[in-house]
Structure formats: structure tokens, C-alpha cells
């Protein structure tokens, strides 16, 4: 079936420091991803999307990358800062659908 | 501008006990979610309503229905709760039409709930 897994479950970087999570999706039919924040007691919040026309997109401070080739996703953080610290789920769907699949998630800690 | 506002915050419920979940989002989006989260599992879609007057199920339905009483609110009940229910809650909506490219989602702050 379709699923979206994480290749870690925790990361641990420097104040300061860049921060990179992966996430490998099984689904070819997807062609949305998103990525979402979820600090604790709240809801997921949205971060970045990219679609499957796309290798790279860029936000603030935040860059997605989309490998079609190998199901792979990944989302970096640039100068990682305290209030970055969160679990961090990356998502898929395709137009169309009305599901949206989640990864398990990675936790993010940030050492000042 | 609240968003997405979800009550109760807490609940416990014995075994077999009935409650109903309410959400409702002031944003005028057609479609909602509502999700389940368990420790190390994601988010796992429990139904949705692809727009008013419509309702599917997700990937666990089981235990649950759902109610879309108008474009704003959208309620889950759980007809005689059981332990493996015990989870936490988000409702979710989204401007999604279903041919749109507009899927992002926006969440509400979650209901923890307890089986005992």
C-alpha cells in the first residue's frame, strides 16, 4: 500500500547549524508533497510544498528536494535556530485525491 | 482570524461511553479531515468531506462517523469508545476541490483523548 516513511527518527543539530530531513515516499501516482511542522500540544502546521514538476523549491530559510528517481524527498533548514526544535512530517497526495498520506515524523532538537 | 477550532482540548471516556468531537474553520474551505496521530505512526486519515453534503472514508473508519452539518462545522463521533481509540485528534480543512492544486492542509490544535 501506499506509505511515506522517514529515514530517521531523530536529529540533533547545532544552533546555527544547517539541518537536513529525509523522507522516502512509495507512491509514484503522488505528484504533491508537502512539508509540515508540529510543535508540541499543536497541530501540523504547513512549511514548504513542491510538486513533481519540480527538483527544488526555496523558502524562507527552508529548501525541499524532490528525487523522482529514487521516491526521495528532503527538507533543509538553513542556520537552524531554537524555535526550529519540532517534529517535522513530510506528506504526499496527488491532485485530484483527497488523501494526503503522512510519514511517522522526525523530531528535531536544536543545542544552543 | 481563528482557523481551525477544535473542542473539546481533553476528554476520558470509559469503555463503551459515546461523545461526539466538534470542529469548525472560518476560512470558507470546502473540504475536511479529520485525523488520528498515535505515537510513532503519523497522521492517519479517519474521514473526509470532500465538500458539503459529502462524506468518505479514510484509511480507519472503523468506530468512528462523521457528520458534515454545514460548510464550517464538521463533527466526529465515536458510537462506543474503546481503548485502541485512545489518541489524539486533528481536524483539518483545506480549500481542495478536488481537481485543484490546493491541497494544503491547515489544522486545528488537536483533542486528546482517553479510553479507559
Known amino acids: 500500500g501506499e506509505s511515506v516513511g522517514l529515514h530517521l527518527p531523530t536529529l540533533s543539530v547545532q544552533e546555527g547549524d544547517n539541518s537536513i530531513i529525509n523522507c522516502a515516499y512509495s507512491?509514484?501516482?503522488?505528484?504533491?508533497f508537502i512539508w509540515y511542522k508540529q510543535e508540541s500540544g499543536k497541530g501540523p502546521q504547513f512549511i514548504i510544498d513542491?510538486?513533481?514538476?519540480?527538483d527544488k523549491r526555496q523558502g524562507q530559510r527552508v529548501t525541499v528536494l524532490l528525487n523522482k528517481t529514487v521516491k526521495h524527498l528532503s527538507l533543509q533548514i538553513a542556520a537552524t535556530q531554537p524555535g526550529d526544535s519540532a517534529v517535522y512530517f513530510c506528506?504526499?497526495?496527488?491532485?485530484?485525491?483527497?488523501?494526503?498520506?503522512f510519514g511517522a515524523g522526525t523530531r528535531l532538537f536544536v543545542k544552543a | 482570524n481563528a482557523g481551525v477550532t477544535q473542542t473539546p482540548k481533553f476528554q476520558v471516556l470509559k469503555t463503551g461511553q459515546s461523545m461526539t468531537l466538534q470542529c469548525a474553520q472560518d476560512?470558507?474551505?470546502?473540504?475536511m479531515y479529520w485525523y488520528r496521530q498515535d505515537p510513532g505512526m503519523g497522521l492517519r486519515l479517519i474521514y473526509y468531506?470532500?465538500?458539503?453534503?459529502?462524506?468518505d472514508k479514510g484509511e480507519v473508519p472503523n468506530g468512528y462517523n462523521v457528520s458534515r452539518l454545514n460548510k464550517r462545522e464538521f463533527s466526529l463521533r465515536l458510537e462506543s469508545a474503546a481503548p485502541s481509540q485512545t489518541s489524539v485528534y486533528f481536524c483539518?480543512?483545506?480549500?481542495?476541490?478536488?481537481?485543484?492544486?490546493?491541497?494544503?492542509?491547515?489544522f486545528g490544535s488537536g483533542t486528546q483523548l482517553s479510553v479507559l
Open positions: 483539518a480543512s483545506s480549500e481542495r476541490t478536488g481537481g485543484s492544486a490546493n491541497e494544503k492542509l491547515f
Open positions: 507512491n509514484s501516482a503522488s505528484d504533491y
Open positions: 513542491i510538486r513533481s514538476n519540480m
Open positions: 506528506a504526499e497526495t496527488h491532485t485530484g485525491g483527497f488523501k494526503t498520506i
Open positions: 476560512m470558507n474551505h470546502n473540504s
Open positions: 468531506s470532500a465538500s458539503e453534503g459529502t462524506t
